[in-house]
C-alpha cells in the first residue's frame, strides 16, 4: 500500500470517516529529527513541556520490559540514553493514545489498556528475538490498531461487526474481510491512512495496512520485504499473548493465531515450547 492515492481514493476508502489532525508535538519534534544534526537537548524540551507525555516516557523507559538496570528520572537523560529516533516512536505513540482517546465511550478504555500491553508486550519480544525494530515494534503496538477507535465513532455497531469477524477469521477469511463485507472499509485501512496522514515511517504504515494479512505474508517463503515479517511478527505473537481475540473480538479462541501462529513461530526459530516459556515470562514482567 505504499503507493500514492489520490485523494478522492482516500476519500472512498474511509468512507466519512475524519482523520485526527497530527498532535503539534508530533510535528516539532519530527522537524528535529529530519534535521541534519538533531539537538537531543531541544527534543528533551519539546517533550518536558507536556507533563503528560514526560510521565508517560518515564514510566515506559523504567518499565521492567525495557530492562535497563538503573531508573532515569529525567527526559535529558532518556533522550540521551535512548537516542532521538527511539525517544520520538515512544512520544509519537503516546501522543497518538491522547488524541484519539474519548472518555464518552467506555470501550475505548478498554481498547486502550490492551494496546498499551500490547506494545509493551512487542516492544519485549522484539528484545528478546532480536530484532532491530525494538522502538518501531512498541509504537506499532499502540497504534495498529489506531482504526478501530475511529471505526466506532463513525459505525455504532462497529464492536458487533468486529466481534463477528474475529469469530470468522480463519485461513480463509480475514478478521479485515468481514468488516469490508459490512462497511466497505476496515480498521487496517483507516489505521494505514491515520498513521500516513501524521507522517509515521512507511514501514510501520505497511505493517499497519498488513497486520490481518500476516497468514499471506508469513506463507510468503521468498525473502521480499523482511522488515514487514520482523515487525509483524513480535506484533502477532504480542497480540495473542495480551488476548486481542478476547478483549476485541469476545472469543474464547484465538483462531487467526491457529493459522498464522505456527508460521510465526517458525520464522522467528521458536518452538511451541519456547513460545509458552517467553509468554509465561512476560506475563510475570507485567504483573510487578
Sequence with gaps: MSEELTSEQIQLALQGI???????????LQMEQYM????????????????GLS????????????????????IDKAVNLLGSRTVINLINAQSIRGEMTDE????????????QDVAMTSLTLAKRIGSQTVDESYALGL?????????LKRFPDYMTVLEEAYANAGPDCRVVDTE??????????????????????????????????A??????????????KNLLAPLKMAEHICQSYRVLGSQDVDHEWESVGPLVLDYVALSEYDFEYLRESIRELGAR
Design 18 to 28: 475524519s482523520v485526527p489532525p497530527q498532535p503539534q508535538i508530533m510535528v516539532d
Design 36 to 51: 541534519p544534526d538533531p539537538d537531543l537537548g531541544a527534543i528533551a524540551r519539546l517533550i518536558a513541556q507536556d507533563p
Design 55 to 74: 510521565g508517560a516516557l518515564l514510566k515506559i523507559v523504567n518499565s521492567p520490559h525495557y530492562g535497563l538496570s538503573s531508573k532515569i528520572a529525567s
Design 104 to 115: 464518552a465511550i467506555v470501550t475505548l478504555n478498554r481498547f486502550w489498556d490492551t494496546a
Design 143 to 151: 497504534f495498529h490498531d489506531c482504526g478501530i477507535p475511529l471505526m
Design 180 to 213: 469490508n463485507r459490512a462497511f466497505d472499509t476496515n480498521h487496517s485501512v483507516v489505521g494505514y491512512y491515520t498513521a500516513k496522514s501524521w507522517r509515521l515511517p512507511e514501514h510501520v504504515t505497511n505493517a499497519i495496512a498488513n497486520h490481518h494479512n
Design 215 to 228: 497468514l499471506a505474508i508469513f506463507q510468503d517463503d521468498s525473502s521480499r520485504d523482511p522488515t514487514l
